[in-house]
């Protein structure tokens, strides 16, 4: 047996493994719930050797759905004390248990992928998915656009990227009065020096007191929240999203009006995020209009969005001569950068192979290439990790871990290429 064969081998039996019925845990121990955007992620995996469990995990998280469209980031379905803060905290009243934020929309770019592997199957499937997602994506636009169309997170949770330097002013201008006593659990699983730090945690649970406070109602959350960004991963996701959406509504004959003006004010949006002053995309507090300064590696999701920009495509191969194992989080070359601390330098696979999909699509063949050789160095070298230091690749953070397990199988593994 290669040594493709054992990570192929190993790749699926951490699906299997990380699979509680019906729905994946991104890993066992740090992360014992249905996480939304590593689901999405899971299910692109599974599609690669079960695509009806690909359809279940997409089918389990919608399940969660709260009736604004609103699709939880958090779906805690089974009680598990060993995660904090968990449902007595959040105190949500969604169907299922849950959080009461979302994270970035992918779950439409994911089914569409599993889709085209086998169409017929799905196709009624994807039916009753498609006005779930069309929901979704539309609570977005109506809760979370800011007055340039961009869309806004309301805790750095919600960007998927917990710690990245672009939250640190609106954080600091924040207060975490009354907090409380609180004990973490990540902590427990993961050296604290590749997690967030007290200072942030504080104001991430401050945010949920104050979202549990209001009853999760986006009208108070508008007026009241402190934290409001626009964020460039929330925002080319939902675009691609939408343009999948669209794609996959047209083919099944459905209902499709209203997506492309969405889209047209996405691609709006999205635009809106460049920050000439750093010559690239970038975050913005949508309080107070100002940029927050940073690259990141969630500004290279613009050609997941079908966005070109010549600029950026020079940050690229800044990123990719600065470090041998790219993209960095946070370029290396920045004060703020922290090779293994979470989102604040380190290399995610999933992040990516989102840059890699997104450079292939528009004809970026060289650089997809590229970026999904230095991936599977990665993952080859160091394990299935949730993600790596971005100076000396070593692995970091939790192990066997699901999304990193599912980039192999649908993006690495040239067995299973379908491109
Ligand atoms: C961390 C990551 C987030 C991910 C979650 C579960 O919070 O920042 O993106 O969804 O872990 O893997």
Redesign the pocket.
């Known amino acids: 047996m290669n040594a493709q064969t054992n990570h192929n081998r190993e790749a699926r039996n951490i699906l299997i493994q990380n699979d509680r019925g019906g729905y994946t845990v991104?890993?066992a121990g740090l992360?014992p719930y249905q996480?939304?955007?590593?689901s999405a992620i899971a299910a692109f995996g599974f599609a690669t050797f079960d695509i009806s469990r690909a359809w279940q995990e997409l089918e389990t998280l919608f399940s969660g759905q709260w009736e604004d469209g609103m699709v939880p980031?958090i779906i805690f379905h089974k009680p598990d004390p060993s995660y904090f803060p968990g449902p007595d905290v959040w105190h949500c009243s969604g169907p299922i248990a849950s959080t009461g934020i979302t994270?970035p929309p992918v779950a439409a770019t994911m089914a569409r992928k599993v889709y085209e592997q086998d169409k017929a199957a799905a196709a009624p499937i994807l039916k009753k998915l498609f006005p779930k997602i069309l929901a979704w994506h539309r609570w977005f636009i109506q809760w979370r656009s800011d007055d340039q169309n961009a869309i806004c997170i309301t805790h750095p949770?919600e960007s998927?990227?917990?710690n990245a330097p672009e939250w640190d002013a609106a954080l600091k201008n924040m207060t975490a009065e009354g907090v409380g006593e609180y004990t973490r659990r990540d902590t427990s699983h993961v050296d604290p020096s590749m997690r967030p730090t007290k200072f942030d945690y504080d104001r991430y649970i401050w945010l949920v007191q104050q979202g549990a406070s209001l009853n999760w109602d986006q009208q108070k959350l508008l007026e009241q929240n402190p934290f409001r960004m626009a964020d460039p991963t929330t925002t080319f996701l939902l675009l691609r999203a939408h343009k999948d959406l669209l794609a996959l509504g047209t083919e099944l004959g459905l209902d499709v009006s209203g997506i492309q003006d969405d889209i047209a004010l996405l691609t709006k949006g999205a635009e809106s995020l460049w920050n000439p002053e750093i010559g690239s995309y970038d975050a913005r507090n949508a309080h107070t209009g100002a940029f927050a300064g940073c690259q990141s590696s969630a500004s290279f999701l613009c050609w997941f969005a079908g966005i070109e920009n010549a600029t950026q495509l020079e940050k690229l191969d800044e990123a990719f001569g600065n470090t041998n194992h790219p993209i960095a989080s946070h370029p290396t070359t920045s004060e703020h950068y922290d090779s293994r601390r979470?989102?604040r330098g380190p290399t995610w696979a999933f992040m990516n192979m989102m840059i890699g999909i997104g450079l292939a699509d528009q004809g970026h063949k060289e650089q997809a290439e590229r970026l999904r050789a230095a991936t599977a160095d990665l993952i080859r070298s160091f394990g299935f990790a949730?993600y790596f230091d971005s100076t000396t690749g070593e692995a970091a953070g939790g192990q066997s871990?699901t999304?990193t397990a599912a980039v192999w199988l649908a993006w690495i593994n040239p067995n299973e290429r379908r491109d």
Do not use: A, L, M, V
């Open positions: 991104p890993t992360y996480w939304n955007w590593d980031h994270q949770w998927g990227r917990d979470y989102w949730e871990f999304w």
